[in-house]
Structure formats: C-alpha cells, structure tokens
C-alpha cells in the first residue's frame, strides 16, 4: 500500500531531551516535507526537501533540523524541544514539488507534547 | 505575501444539500496549485482535489468540484448532496513557488440529519 508512515504517533517529552521523529514514504517520491499544525493557524511548513540531500527551510524552520540521506526517509529533529514545539506534526510526499493531480501524500500525524 | 484565507471558521449543512466552503487565496506567481484537504477528526489528512492556475475548466471529483475564479482569486469547494461522514475539517491550500504549500486556518464543517 503506498503510504507515508509517521512514528511515533504521540509523544510526551521533556523540555531539552533530543528527540527525532521519522517519516517514511514508499512511493519513491522526490518531495516531502514536515508541517506542523495549530488551532486557529492551520498547518504550516517546517522544511522540505526536493530530492536527497537538498533540504530548504519552510515558513517556521527555527528550533528544527532535517536530513534526506535517502529518497524515502525524512527525519524530523528537535535537538532542544521547548514547550513551544507542542504541535501536530505532519510528513508529507509528492511525485513533484507542486503537487499536481495526486496532491501531496501525508502521514497520519505525530502529535508531541513538551513540558 | 502568499496567503490562503477561508473566512468560515465553521459551517452547518444538512444531509443531502449541496455546500460551499470558501477560500480566496494572494499571489503574484503565475503557476500555482490549488488543493483541498479533509481532516476528520481522527486526524489524518485526506486529499479531495486540485487545480492548476492555467487549468481552465473547473476540477471535479466525485461529490466535489472546486469553484476557480481566476480574476477573483478564489477556489471554493463545493460539496454536493452532503453526507454525514463529510464533517470534519476542511483545508485549502496552494503550491508556490513550486516547493512549498501554504495552508489556510481551516472551515469545520458539520452536517446534520
């Protein structure tokens, strides 16, 4: 089935403590990207990356970092989690950088805690 | 800026109606997508259409078409003969740029029998 896997799904950390989430997708996409979402402000891009090892900052990068060492795996990084990071957090995939007819693939979603 | 406003924060159908949610979008670009998604509440983002900026007749899928008006900037999306299962929440969204997507706030949509 082709899909992007997400893991974990919750996650419950403490403020410092590096964590790492994984994104997998097995449709050999060129794009993804990592979007985190917020009552009130919909969802909003932390990075994406066109292809391996090319990664560029979304509209909220700061306190982020990301790597695409392979096609299918885009890891999430929160090497010092704030409070502030508490979010859902969303992989997506795409054949192209613009979507196009298929639209953008997500995960089902890792919704993290700091406290 | 490129910006995507839905100016519904929530709306009320009942089952078997047809419903509009609205979304008017900023750009300068000239090639741009546009996407709505669905977001039930357990969570998962589910893709229910697009449309390209030179794409001159509107898209359809199914019980979805999506209302493009180019001069007016804006992309709605409307559902015909509502169903209990379309509450949720619905995004539109577009590409630019070619490598990022901008999102609006969201509509929640809720039907009733």
């Known amino acids: 089935e082709a899909q992007v896997t997400q893991n974990p799904r919750y996650l419950i950390t403490v403020t410092g403590k590096k964590l790492t989430v994984t994104c997998s997708q097995n449709m050999n996409h060129e794009y993804m990207s990592w979007y985190r979402q917020d009552p009130g402000l919909g969802l909003r891009q932390i990075y994406y990356s066109m292809n391996v090892e090319v990664t560029d900052k979304g509209d909220v990068p700061e306190g982020y970092k990301v790597s695409r060492k392979e096609k299918r795996n885009f890891p999430l990084i929160l090497e010092s989690p704030s409070p502030n990071q508490t979010s859902l957090y969303f992989c997506?995939?795409?054949?192209?950088?613009?979507?196009?007819?298929?639209?953008?693939?997500f995960g089902s979603g890792t919704r993290l805690t700091v406290v | 800026a490129q910006k995507i406003t839905q100016t519904q924060p929530g709306m009320f159908v009942q089952e078997k109606e047809a419903v509009t949610l609205d979304c008017t979008y900023d750009?300068?670009?000239?090639?741009?997508?546009l996407f709505w998604y669905k977001q039930p509440s357990s969570g998962e983002m589910i893709f229910l259409i697009y449309?390209?900026?030179?794409?001159?007749q509107n898209a359809t899928e199914g019980r979805y078409s999506l209302n493009f008006q180019k001069a007016r900037k804006s992309a709605n999306l409307v559902i015909s003969a509502s169903q209990l299962g379309d509450s949720a929440m619905y995004f539109c969204?577009?590409?630019?740029?070619?490598?990022?997507?901008?999102f609006g706030t969201g509509t929640q949509l809720k039907v009733e029998l």
């Open positions: 750009t300068s670009d000239q090639s741009y997508g």
């Open positions: 449309q390209g900026s030179y794409d001159e």
């Open positions: 969204a577009m590409s630019r740029g070619g490598n990022k997507l901008t």
């Open positions: 997506a995939s795409s054949p192209t950088p613009k979507g196009g007819l298929y639209g953008y693939t």
